[in-house]
Every structure is written in structure tokens, then in C-alpha cells.
């Protein structure tokens, strides 16, 4: 079992950055895809960003290219999500999730373990 605790999440005005963070516990992560999930209201919980545990590697949805970044911190078991010029759209909650696998995957439903969500609303 892997336990996921995201935080970090808030409100922003459009053009701030907010960092989120995903403590991560139970499991050694070196075999572990990290993900990072959003879903707003009448919408699927949709793929963002992902980070390879063992080599840092990392992977985004062309809507937050250049905007959001992944990174982990190996000593603290912790992923986040440094994210900037936060426009109204990327309103949402936010979920961090892991999954055991060699392989980049971008559908919520290959994951196995999720986070709680936190709330990140951006104001015009």
C-alpha cells in the first residue's frame, strides 16, 4: 500500500503561482510512476504531469508545458507540483497519484493509489 497526502492547495489570482505537495508513505517508490491529476466540476479527472521516481523523468499535458513543474525530493518522499502563471481554467482539485510501472500513463483509471485531492481555485 502506498499513502498519498497532497497540500499546498489555495486561492490565486490569475498570473500567481501556487506549489502543491504529495507526501508519499508505505512503499519504497523506486518502480513508481507520480502522478498529478485535476478534475473540475462535470469534468473526468484528466492527467497533468508525471514524474518517474527512479530517474526523475518526467512527462506533461501540452495545456501546462512551460507553466507547471514536477519534481520529487527522494529524501522526503515527496513529489510537487510548482505551478505558475495559473489561469482561471486550471481551476480544480488536484490529486496526486502513484502507480507501479515501467511504462508513462496518463489514464486516472491505470492507477492504483490517489491522494485526497486539495482545492485550487484561480479568480480573474
Known amino acids: 500500500q502506498v499513502q498519498l497526502v497532497e497540500s499546498g492547495g489555495g486561492l490565486v489570482q490569475a498570473g500567481g503561482s501556487l506549489r502543491l505537495s504529495c507526501a508519499a508513505s508505505?512503499?519504497?517508490?523506486?518502480?513508481?510512476?507520480m502522478g498529478w491529476f485535476r478534475q473540475a466540476p462535470g469534468n473526468e479527472r484528466a492527467f497533468i504531469a508525471g514524474?518517474?521516481?527512479?530517474?526523475?523523468?518526467?512527462y506533461y499535458t501540452h495545456s501546462v508545458k512551460g507553466r507547471f513543474t514536477i519534481s520529487r525530493d527522494v529524501a522526503k518522499n515527496t513529489v510537487f507540483l510548482q505551478m505558475n502563471s495559473l489561469k482561471p481554467e486550471d481551476t480544480a482539485v488536484y490529486y496526486c497519484?502513484?502507480?507501479?510501472?515501467?511504462?508513462?500513463?496518463?489514464?486516472?483509471?491505470?492507477?492504483?493509489?490517489w491522494g485526497q485531492g486539495t482545492q485550487v481555485t484561480v479568480s480573474s
Open positions: 514524474i518517474r521516481w527512479s530517474n526523475g523523468g518526467t
Open positions: 508505505g512503499r519504497a517508490l523506486r518502480n513508481y510512476l
Open positions: 497519484a502513484a502507480e507501479q510501472t515501467p511504462w508513462v500513463k496518463t489514464d486516472a483509471n491505470e492507477y492504483d493509489y
